[in-house]
């Protein structure tokens, strides 16, 4: 399976904190665990040429991970809307934490995708509320973060096809922090953990769960569909 | 409640077909039942000043209903765009038959909106799969609409929140023709039949689930959520 | 709307804590509000004949609210069975609290409707999640009360088909607090607080959530089904 | 991957017509295919001790798929309590057909799981609604069968998790076909076609569903929570 694993790939070269906690970037991390798992993965990053997300690596993509945070709006419109639209064709999207903003989501949304949010070092314990889905395999009946930034509702967002964690936080708050769409054949998985300042993307518990949202988002061979007009049934015809 | 039924209006005046069956514009047909139900209603269409959508008219709208078909691309990206905000914060919308391709529809979906489609004049059975929706009262088991045009799957929304009407087509398409949507605080309502040439909008069962439509997009003062950094708890303060 | 609230009522009688909160019952301190909000409203009990549900009472009854917490058993499986035939029918049912693990709701949901719980007089804040849902209508961002029992995930019910409410406790955990399912043609709302020790039901928001969940679960007409062996259409007659 | 193939295996017995398409019962037609997959298949029947579902059986199967129809109520209260308690520990479970109407679907559902039917040789189109779905790898935009039973809507079922397939017959009606439900760990699949006086079971594109079906449901090693009382976190315990 192709994995690309994008990253904005600013907080790590402009922040010491950052750059220590992730000194190969936030892609890095990712993709390492994800290469460890078995994908082929490659990253990209926004200030590559198209921000290194080229027809061709788009078109063998099996699936997209995406982490932005403070540059959303230098993300070109058009590649923006060609991601969209492999979306919809069938490459899987996994959004991570603060992703929820950049244009890609939003326009699959439909919706502000605004939250409410803290930066306090904060407890965050993340309950699963479907144990029936395959994101959810290998994890315990929560997962707990030492710190970490709150998100909390409202979460504008439509309502999820599944949602399958929640999030408490200790200053009161509590979120939708992980949660499926389809739109086209294309499926997404948002999870909310991830704020730069934190090692959380080396939580195993973590990168089990990015890991199980890249093996359910990738597509396997489901119909094309042709659109327009129609061809009539034979009953139709004779008419 | 004030209702705004938007409509194209360009059909009614270059094919005399659909002249001849709305003299007063299809929005006008749609009014008058509306009026009747004892809504305050006006209408507003493509080719007056901003579309007849100002801020004002939008501000007052407690519910749009919205048809178009062959000049969506004439509406203003801009006011797309600021009905798109409207509905977001709980302006009720009907979208209606081709409305599935509009501007404002598609921005709200984040997919194609596409289907497969046929004029060949078939029969239409609407089937109720879910009874216990206020938009099915006062209907029987399926509405029959003589001919319509087909409108077949796969049609490219995401999954609804409620899917209310499937559609029976005399040459082998089914179609969730009547499903619907929560994008913020608005309540969408997506209804298929009314195609320019048919006498559909004045079916008396046609009407009644616009009614109903009409009736259960309109918010009548649900939470408005602050977005952004918030406000920690004393616990979390003290820290 | 003609609503009957039924209520155990075995607590107020055995525990002096209860009795001097609820002094005319549980059911009697929730039919006053809803009386005042303008419902014709009866009440029920465990102890009465047929647990005061006779043919006749729930023959007229629009919507059904239910308490019940340590006598669940007691309820005869006749009667609970009657009962969830007529919300199959098109009675509305609202349960409350404890009332999750009542032989009704779990009947209807098909789950053991288990759940963590924990009196610790904790503070609970029941997030709203759906700011387009009418059963919000006048409540603010949430409810905060003061001391509460907790109840926490999984909570093992069926994905609802809305999720309104989702609940923070002081201890670490989260509920999805406020659901609402469809079975044939009835609403069901269940809705978490009301421990019988502590006053919620005299909670102006907690009122507020119960009002608009009655006046949302009645059905006010939709269609009734046929099933079994159906006529063919004019065309599959005749082959 | 363990999977236990139950048929009541009846109309093949007393029926000609039945056993001269499925010469080794339904479920024999089944397990073939589902062995060719590379699954452990076994079958268990109606007349079998324990109807072949004897507790190490259950315990080992992953998943189980279910035919039953002219002597649903044959099946012993016990034995049909203890498949749906396996539904929710986390046995897959798909159900075919008539098996609508069985114990097992019936208290899964918590509805009367009823609908429309008819025997009149009718072509059948099997739509795929949702293009994104693992369950649909593999298959066209529909699947046509020749003649089949026909099924209608209302089905009286709760609003499925996620709708895969919408039934077209010849003779006016539509149908939700594929369905899912998620159930406690339990995944439930549940496809229509397959009436006994027809071949469809040995239809290639009707093969491929159940297979994918069999293949989604199973559950591997999603959390086991804990219920009832709860352990509070160290600042409550301090309180």
């Given at each position: 399976?192709?994995?690309?694993?994008?990253?904005?790939?600013?907080?790590?070269?402009?922040?010491?904190?950052?750059a220590?906690?992730?000194?190969?970037?936030?892609?890095?991390?990712?993709?390492?665990?994800?290469?460890k798992?078995?994908?082929?993965?490659?990253?990209?990053?926004?200030?590559?040429?198209?921000?290194?997300?080229?027809?061709?690596?788009?078109?063998?993509?099996?699936?997209?991970?995406?982490?932005?945070?403070?540059?959303?709006?230098?993300v070109?419109?058009?590649?923006?809307?060609?991601?969209?639209?492999?979306?919809?064709?069938?490459?899987?999207?996994?959004?991570?934490?603060?992703?929820?903003?950049?244009?890609?989501?939003?326009?699959?949304?439909?919706?502000?995708?605004?939250?409410?949010?803290?930066?306090?070092?904060?407890?965050?314990?993340?309950?699963?509320?479907d144990?029936?889905?395959?994101?959810?395999?290998?994890?315990?009946?929560?997962?707990?973060?030492?710190?970490?930034?709150?998100?909390?509702?409202?979460?504008?967002?439509?309502?999820?096809?599944?949602?399958?964690?929640?999030?408490?936080?200790?200053?009161?708050?509590?979120?939708?922090?992980?949660?499926?769409?389809?739109?086209?054949?294309?499926?997404?998985?948002?999870?909310?953990?991830?704020?730069?300042?934190?090692?959380?993307?080396?939580?195993?518990?973590?990168?089990?769960?990015?890991?199980?949202?890249?093996?359910?988002?990738?597509?396997?061979?489901?119909?094309?569909?042709?659109?327009?007009?129609a061809?009539?049934?034979?009953?139709?015809?004779?008419?």
């Open positions: 399976m192709n994995v690309v694993v994008w990253n904005e790939f600013r907080h790590e070269k402009e922040n010491q904190v950052v220590d906690i992730y000194p190969e970037g936030i892609h890095g991390a990712i993709a390492a665990f994800l290469q798992a078995g994908h082929n993965v490659t990253t990209a990053t926004l200030d590559e040429e198209q921000h290194g997300l080229t027809d061709d690596v788009l078109n063998q993509a099996d699936v997209l991970v995406w982490w932005g945070h403070k540059a959303h709006d230098e070109q419109e058009e590649i923006a809307e060609k991601v969209k639209q492999r979306v919809l064709e069938g490459m899987g999207l996994v959004v991570l934490h603060s992703g929820h903003f950049s244009k890609v989501f939003k326009k699959l949304m439909g919706t502000t995708c605004d939250l409410k949010w803290r930066e306090a070092d904060e407890k965050e314990r993340i309950w699963v509320v144990p029936s889905h395959p994101i959810t395999e290998g994890i315990g009946e929560y997962i707990e973060i030492e710190k970490e930034e709150m998100y909390g509702e409202h979460f504008d967002i439509p309502t999820p096809d599944e949602l399958i964690f929640v999030s408490w936080f200790e200053g009161g708050e509590v979120f939708r922090s992980g949660a499926t769409f389809k739109r086209g054949r294309g499926n997404i998985f948002y999870f909310r953990p991830g704020h730069e300042t934190y090692p959380t993307y080396y939580h195993e518990q973590v990168q089990k769960v990015i890991q199980n949202g890249v093996q359910w988002a990738a597509n396997k061979g489901t119909p094309k569909f042709v659109y327009g007009n061809q009539p049934l034979e009953e139709i015809k004779e008419k």
